[in-house]
């Protein structure tokens, strides 16, 4: 057709992508190649005159393809599920097809109301708290690239909001908190240098990054192996108290529903009480792997959903990582936009509008870091109306469920020990030879070579850590299921793999 024939490569394009998904399986997970392969391969300069489309996509297969790590096979278990499914992959492309920076809503309506649509979808799916609707006209949602960018945006929030609180103190109340906003405060430098944010040594480095990037303080405080490494309330009330008798501001406290290391669950009532109890504080909650599994009904109260329901400032979770939505969407809500909208909105005049000065939309720039976005509500949207809110709970139960055999596959395993209690896909485990005694340093060591031997294995992709509590410092092996291609199999082979590199591992150090 004449259609064919003027975008011959689009469908080209599309068949050797279903082709990559076809043979997918049949390839090993992890690439085969040295550092600097790419840049030896590939031409120094752009090219002076253009190049055939068929030409440029032969060479993704033949250069970019070897290259990379197959997050979508099925037996990829490293650092945690990245899904993606066909309805996001399109999703994108209808994107990119209409590509525009979407950061008021004139830019492009359907942009800005799409996003608010689907948001308000997502919160009756994770059960949270109405509050959290955009339709509330007071909380709500946005879309943003990253648990990382969502994280350092409500410590802007938090930031600003702390710095009003404090005005309006030292006004002796004679301001409101909206009005303390316009008041100029000389010690707002002052302030500023005193503010202390809070996580736990299990907290994602986003914690730390915020930090840096605001030129704050961040805390990680311990937590203990006996409360599965989840934060106490109580840990955070002496540091918080701690750090008032020493002159300094708490603003900012992250919770985390399923840490990087073991999917822990913080104490989220008991953190919020702490926060609560004090004005200056902000408490955000990062779910970014696990927030997803509120989609279940019977996981909310293990993930303490209730409870961030009742205490959390912000939230977030990546439908990028176990959503079936391809990277990147990122969910973040707050439940007050106005901790938003106050920290972010510069408006010069070329960026006003009639709308958005009626306040009759929202303009997502003001919510954000950024000024240009990502039309990313068409994957989610594709995606929730593809799948279903039963397609999405059957493919996270999948993945508990082969947690769960795993976790058999472990337990019956005399060499080996589960190191925390399975959260959710997670399971992470060490090497622990039944018929000898060893200290916590040669277990550390031996797990150490294992993973080693491990990282050699082409078909294996599993990462490791090293999680430190007050009781102890353990090395272990992260095993993340919960990619949409995976079967139990994959499971399977993949585990008896880890064994038979622990034999020969045991057996060459005679053990
Ligand atoms: N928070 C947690 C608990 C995570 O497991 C991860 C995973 O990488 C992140 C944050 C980082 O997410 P992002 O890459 O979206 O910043």
């Known amino acids: 057709s004449r259609v064919y024939r003027s975008h011959p ?18 390839r090993t997970v992890k690439p085969d190649v040295q550092p600097g392969y790419l840049i030896k391969a590939l031409p120094t300069s752009a090219p002076t005159t253009g190049q055939p489309f068929a030409e440029i996509a032969a060479d993704f297969q033949k250069h970019i393809v070897p290259g ?62 109405k509050i959290f609707l955009t339709s509330s006209g007071r909380g709500g949602g946005i879309i943003s690239g990253s648990a990382s960018e969502s994280a350092l945006t409500a410590a802007i929030g938090a930031r600003e909001r702390a710095l009003r609180v404090l005005t309006q103190q030292a006004s002796n109340g004679a301001l409101s908190l909206s009005d303390a906003i316009d008041v100029p405060d000389k010690r707002r430098e002052e302030n500023t240098a005193k503010l202390v944010m809070y996580g736990s040594t299990q907290t994602h480095s986003l914690g730390a990054k915020a930090a840096k990037i605001l030129g704050l303080t961040f805390r990680a405080l311990p937590v203990r192996a006996a409360d599965n490494y989840a934060l106490r309330g109580a840990t955070l009330a002496a540091a918080v108290e701690e ?17 990087t290391s073991t999917g822990a669950v913080d104490y989220i009532a008991e953190i919020g009480q702490v926060v609560r109890a004090h004005p200056t504080m902000f408490l955000h909650i990062d779910s970014a792997w696990a927030g997803v599994a509120y989609a279940l009904p019977e996981t909310r109260e293990e993930l303490r959903l209730a409870e961030v329901n009742e205490y959390a400032d912000s939230f977030c979770t ?10 990147d969407c990122s969910l973040f809500y707050v439940r007050e936009r106005r901790d938003l909208t106050e920290a972010l909105d510069v408006t010069p005049a070329f960026l006003r509008t009639k709308e958005g000065d009626e306040g009759s939309v929202i303009d997502y720039r003001n919510w954000q870091l950024a000024l240009g976005r990502r039309f990313r509500s068409i994957k989610l949207w594709f995606v929730l109306r593809s799948y279903g809110v039963e397609g999405l709970q059957k493919h996270l139960r999948t993945g508990i469920e082969y947690c769960d055999e795993l976790a058999k596959l472990v337990k019956a395993s005399s060499n080996f020990e589960i190191v925390a209690p399975p959260s959710l896909s997670l399971l992470d485990f060490r090497l622990v030879p039944a018929n000898a005694a060893h200290s916590e ?17 082409p078909d294996v992709h599993l990462t490791q850590t090293l999680l430190k509590s007050e009781e102890s410092e353990v090395f272990c092996i992260r095993f993340a299921i919960g990619q949409n291609r995976t079967t139990l199999a994959d499971v399977q082979e993949v585990w008896a793999i880890v064994e038979a590199e622990a034999t020969r591992l045991l057996l060459k150090r005679k053990v």
């Not at 490569?9 to 049949?26: E, F, M, P």
């Not at 990546?318 to 990277?327: D, Q, S, T």
């Not at 797990?447 to 491990?454: E, G, I, P, S």
């Open 243 to 259: 750090d008032i008798a020493n002159g300094l501001i708490p603003f900012f406290a992250i919770g985390t529903v399923g840490t």
């Open 318 to 327: 990546n439908m990028h990582k176990w959503g079936l939505v391809g990277f």
């Open 68 to 129: 990379l790590t197959h997050w979508q096979h099925g037996k990829f278990f490293a650092y945690f599920p990245a899904c993606t499914t066909f309805e996001s992959m399109l999703g994108d492309l209808y994107s990119s097809s209409v590509t525009n920076p979407g950061f008021n809503w004139t830019c492009s309506p359907a942009c800005t109301e799409l996003e608010q649509v689907v948001l308000d979808w997502m919160v009756d799916v994770l059960g949270l708290d």
């Open 441 to 457: 340093a040669e277990l550390n060591a031996l797990n150490r070579d294992l993973h080693a031997r491990l990282v050699m294995h």
């Open 9 to 26: 490569t689009g469908y080209a394009a599309v068949d050797a992508i279903c082709d990559y998904y076809n043979t997918l399986q049949s």
